[in-house]
């Protein structure tokens, strides 16, 4: 079982930056891949961004590459996304993902924490 809690999400005025934190329970940590989804009101939650779980692969959408960046640490149980360059299309609610035997850095995950609100002003 694993728990998992983000933090870091806020207001912040268009082209600035946030840093998003997942805390992870447990000590398998590492076995896992991470991800990043977003889901904005009345839109379907979308893949932002994927690490593989020792940290050597990164995976982005389309939308966010060169803007956000994932990282993980790993002696923490935290995973991270640095958002810089945020636009009112980024404003949405982040979560975090955790799953053991990925098809894809979309997916499945088995856990998912409650996720945290990111607002861009425009």
């Known amino acids: 079982q694993v728990q998992l809690v983000e933090s870091g999400g806020g207001l912040v005025q268009a082209g600035g930056s946030l840093r998003l934190s997942c805390a992870a329970s447990?000590?398998?940590?590492?076995?896992?891949?991470m991800g990043w989804f977003r889901q904005a009101p009345g839109k379907e939650r979308e893949f932002v961004a994927g690490i593989s779980g020792s940290g050597g692969n990164l995976y982005y959408a389309d939308s966010v590459k060169g803007r956000f960046a994932i990282s993980r640490d790993n002696l923490k149980n935290l995973v991270y996304l640095q958002m810089n360059s945020l636009n009112f299309e980024d404003t949405a609610v982040y979560s975090c993902?955790?799953?053991?035997?990925?098809?894809?850095?979309?997916?499945?995950?088995?856990?998912w924490g409650q996720g945290t609100q990111v607002t861009v002003s425009s």
């Open positions: 447990g000590r398998t940590f590492s076995y896992y891949g």
């Open positions: 993902a955790a799953g053991a035997y990925l098809g894809s850095p979309k997916g499945p995950y088995d856990y």
